[in-house]
């Protein structure tokens, strides 16, 4: 059995933002607050330095002060997921070996891609995939995003989650997303793990399989109910600092 499916998670792993503060700096005591109110509001998880979290206009300096700032203050309440993302196969594994020794849970990786046309074919995508899992041991989900540009097809996810040892979750953002997750359940994979996005932008919830079986429960989480509620009542932490970094 692939290894990525020996510690299924499952639940409500919203993406955190990056805070900064009204000057486009980092904010480490606003994003701790921020992480604080996802766990405090029922969160199974955390996903951070994702695209919501606008990693592409992080330095690496800034990812690694962001990812330590939070893995250390989580201290193992909930698993957090680190996106690693990088065109280049040798980065993307460093950042992941980092990741995993700094205590992530998983690591989320979109396909290479660069700019609106730089692309690779499924061959170099397996081999990238291949790469980084061979340098690290937790899970690896692919984050099927439209904003690689990429198009990822059901059979060719499959035979990565077979044959790719850590590689056993997904993230699907596609247009038609339902139907997708359906023929990936159906593709003969049946120790999947798939993730679908739910509500809000920054919710998704992980689907776990049990005795070779997918259970599907296509309810709002809990948890992501109970965000939603306190969103609306304007329950939200005290963050001074703006969501978006200025581009100038």
């Known amino acids: 059995m692939n290894p990525a499916s020996a510690r299924p998670y499952r639940g409500v792993f919203p993406v955190a933002p990056t805070i900064f503060d009204d000057r486009g700096e980092l904010d480490l005591d606003g994003q701790r607050r921020c992480i604080d109110f996802m766990i405090d509001a029922g969160s199974n998880g955390i996903c951070i330095l994702a695209n919501f979290s606008e990693q592409f206009v992080l330095?690496?300096?800034?990812?690694?002060r962001v990812m330590d700032a939070v893995l250390k203050h989580v201290a193992g309440r909930v698993p957090v997921i680190v996106t690693t993302t990088h065109f280049s196969?040798?980065?993307?594994?460093?950042?992941?070996?980092?990741?995993?020794?700094?205590g992530a849970a998983m690591v989320m990786i979109m396909p290479p891609y660069h700019g609106a046309t730089f692309r690779v074919g499924e061959k170099a995508i397996f081999e990238f995939y291949r790469t980084?899992?061979?340098?690290?041991?937790i899970p690896i989900m692919v984050q099927d995003a439209p904003v690689a540009?990429?198009?990822?097809?059901?059979?060719?996810l499959a035979r990565m989650a077979r044959d790719i040892?850590?590689?056993g979750y997904f993230k699907i953002e596609v247009p038609m997303a339902a139907a997708k997750?359906?023929?990936?359940?159906?593709s003969g994979m049946p120790d999947?793990?798939?993730?679908?996005?739910?509500?809000?932008?920054?919710?998704?919830?992980?689907?776990?399989?049990?005795?070779r079986r997918v259970k599907l429960d296509l309810r709002m989480p809990v948890a992501a109910a109970r965000s939603c509620r306190r969103l609306q009542r304007g329950t939200r932490p005290k963050i001074?600092?703006?969501?978006?970094?200025?581009?100038?």
């Open 192 to 211: 999947l793990r798939s993730t679908v996005e739910l509500g809000p932008s920054f919710d998704f919830h992980l689907f776990r399989s049990e005795n």
């Open 165 to 167: 040892a850590h590689l």
């Open 149 to 156: 540009g990429t198009p990822l097809s059901v059979d060719f």
């Open 240 to 248: 001074n600092c703006s969501l978006l970094r200025p581009v100038s």
């Open 59 to 64: 330095t690496d300096a800034e990812r690694e």
């Open 89 to 102: 196969s040798s980065i993307c594994a460093a950042r992941s070996r980092q990741a995993q020794d700094a």
């Open 181 to 186: 997750l359906r023929d990936l359940i159906t």
């Open 132 to 137: 980084v899992s061979d340098a690290i041991e």
